[in-house]
């Protein structure tokens, strides 16, 4: 007997229709599909001290949030399809975690074949694979940072040791800080606007979802 091959799957923590609230994009509605998991961060409180990315603010362990799961492509699709909404717009955003630590090419052709545009946001560890629309790549000071080009920069501010005249000469089109939420976040919001102010390649980003107390 020959066993029919089972298509790969992918474990998804929480898949929501909102309003993209960071970056280039901002006030956008989106399809969000968050992956599970992230190489920065296994997302459990007790290993944050020791974590390269300490100040997550993000929820993507498990696969227990809204429509999580783990799917095979077509049934990755027909959730996002049940989706209020959902069905009337056609852009995605990838997201973690780490999207890439699962992502592949044959995701990506399939929600190309049923006419999605792809964001995807990435912590730069891993090289991007071809065929995605918009990418953004949001590095953390102590990790192996190797996608240095893209559509749009995104960097939380302030990190230790962070050279920003290094990242200005990359090969990125939308240079953007993002000030660092924290017990001193007023402080942080100064900062990071003071140094837009100051040198004007980069953009601020605020993180409009939350203001708004939206998901």
């Known amino acids: 007997m020959i066993l029919k091959k089972e298509g790969k799957k992918y474990r998804i923590k929480e898949i929501f229709y909102s309003i993209q609230g960071e970056g280039f994009h901002a006030g956008k509605a989106a399809i ?5 998991g992230c190489n920065l961060w296994s997302g459990l409180e007790k290993d944050r001290t020791n974590a390269i990315c300490k100040f997550c603010d993000t929820d993507f362990k498990g696969v227990d949030g809204d429509n999580g799961g783990v799917y095979k492509a077509e049934e990755l699709l027909d ?15 990838l997201t973690g975690g780490e999207p890439l630590l699962q992502l592949d090419k044959s995701l990506i052709d399939y929600f190309h074949r049923n006419n999605y545009f792809l964001a995807l946001e990435t912590n730069g560890t891993i090289s991007v694979i071809e065929g995605i629309d918009w990418v953004t790549v949001s590095p953390k000071m102590g990790s192996r940072f190797i996608q240095k080009s893209g559509d749009e920069l995104k960097i939380v501010y302030p990190q ?6 290094y990242f200005e000469n990359l090969d990125f089109n939308q240079f953007y800080l993002q000030p660092k939420e924290e017990h001193t976040t007023n402080d942080n919001v100064k900062k990071t606007l003071d140094y837009c102010l100051n040198n004007p390649v980069w953009k601020l980003s605020l993180q409009i979802h939350k203001v708004l107390n939206i998901q």
């Open 32 to 36: 969000f599909v968050r992956f599970s």
């Open 79 to 93: 959730k996002i399809k049940a989706i209020k909404a959902a069905s009337k717009c056609k852009f995605i955003v």
């Open 160 to 165: 230790d040791n962070l050279d920003l005249s």
